[in-house]
């Protein structure tokens, strides 16, 4: 009778054993779908703000010609091109500050400019890129205005990287690290644009501007005439080399991809080592890496070049 009650003890205790653990594990397991549906909830907040952020700068003014003015001495054209042209204009809107205007030739550009006002708008709250002031879709000539990148900074003269490399000493004084440094702001931009789903796709060094902000250099990628969505990547016609910047797949008929914007990074490095030949190390080996592997998947990441160039001077 005794080990009768011995083996009934020993079979309780276990089946309060087996109990407690079947209770742990369902705590446990509550636990966890708690923890994700935390993880979840904090991850859709981002998202929503994320999305708001966007919203925000997407959130622009209607523009008209009475808002905007010629410089003193007359309409001045900053450039031109198949899109149309850029005027130097001043915006009342802006305490009378000078800015950018991008008028298309024609109604039937509308839809471009629109796509590049929206891709802009998504991204031109970070210094890496020009501020959009506004547009106006609803003209003979469509237009839209964003900040003209002075240098020095409230003045009518600008700076692109070309002018920089041919001219370092005027205005900045511009020693060749540098260059560096605007290559790894460049670098930062485009990282950003990545993150943000944005194809650029004519990163070449006259669609970099250069200026300074409380001492410190800071490097603007323009022009997103030619940018797109990456999930609708777009097909261009490169004249036979016309494009040097332009990945040898997009050349021949191939769709825009990020890995195609590397390589035009890769020229811009190139470029910027040829002419002011820094004589840092991983100038040429950054440059190599992006445009000399035959296969595009083999070019590497944003991210380590960066890395690398932040290695210069040290």
């Known amino acids: 009778m005794g080990k009768v009650n011995l083996k009934q003890r020993q079979r309780k205790?276990?089946?309060r054993k087996v109990k407690r653990k079947g209770a742990f594990e369902e705590k446990k397991q509550q636990a966890v779908e708690e923890l994700e549906q935390h993880k979840q909830l904090v991850e859709q907040t981002l998202r929503d703000e994320k999305e708001q952020e966007l919203e925000d700068c997407r959130t622009t003014i209607m523009i008209y010609d009475s808002d905007l003015s010629d410089p003193a001495d007359g309409p001045t054209s900053l450039g031109a091109g198949s899109f149309g042209v850029v005027y130097l204009k001043r915006l009342r809107g802006a305490n009378n500050s000078y800015v950018a205007c991008k008028v298309v030739d024609s109604a039937a550009r509308r839809?471009?400019?629109?796509?590049?006002a929206d891709l802009l708008a998504r991204v031109c709250h970070r210094h890496w890129f020009p501020v959009?002031?506004?547009?106006?879709?609803?003209?003979?000539?469509?237009?839209?205005v964003q900040e003209f990148v002075s240098c020095p900074a409230g003045t009518r003269t600008a700076l692109t990287l070309t002018s920089a490399m041919k001219h370092p000493a005027e205005p900045l004084l511009l020693k060749t690290l540098d260059f560096v440094l605007i290559l790894t702001e460049v670098a930062r931009g485009l990282v950003y644009l990545?993150?943000?789903?944005?194809?650029?796709?004519?990163?070449?060094?006259?669609n970099v501007m250069v200026t300074t902000r409380d001492k410190r250099i800071i490097a603007k990628i323009?022009?997103?005439?030619?940018?797109?969505?990456?999930?609708?990547?777009?097909k261009f016609h490169v004249p036979t080399g016309m494009s040097t910047h332009i990945a040898p797949e997009v050349a021949n008929g191939g769709a825009v991809t990020r890995l195609?914007?590397?390589?035009?990074?890769?020229?811009?490095?190139?470029?910027?080592?040829?002419?002011?030949?820094?004589?840092?190390?991983?100038?040429?080996?950054?440059?190599?890496?992006?445009?000399s592997p035959a296969r595009a998947d083999d070019r590497p990441d944003i991210e380590p070049i960066i890395r690398?160039?932040?290695?210069?001077?040290?």
Request: charged share 20%; with cysteine; proline share 3%.
């Open 13 to 15: 205790r276990q089946r």
């Open 194 to 206: 990545h993150g943000a789903r944005i194809l650029h796709n004519d990163l070449k060094h006259d």
């Open 308 to 314: 690398l160039l932040e290695t210069a001077g040290h």
């Open 132 to 144: 959009l002031f506004g547009w106006n879709l609803d003209v003979a000539q469509p237009f839209l």
């Open 111 to 116: 839809a471009d400019l629109r796509q590049e």
């Open 222 to 234: 323009i022009d997103f005439g030619s940018a797109c969505h990456a999930e609708q990547p777009a």
């Open 260 to 291: 195609s914007n590397i390589y035009s990074y890769g020229r811009l490095v190139q470029d910027v080592e040829a002419v002011m030949k820094t004589g840092y190390p991983c100038m040429n080996q950054i440059a190599t890496a992006c445009f």
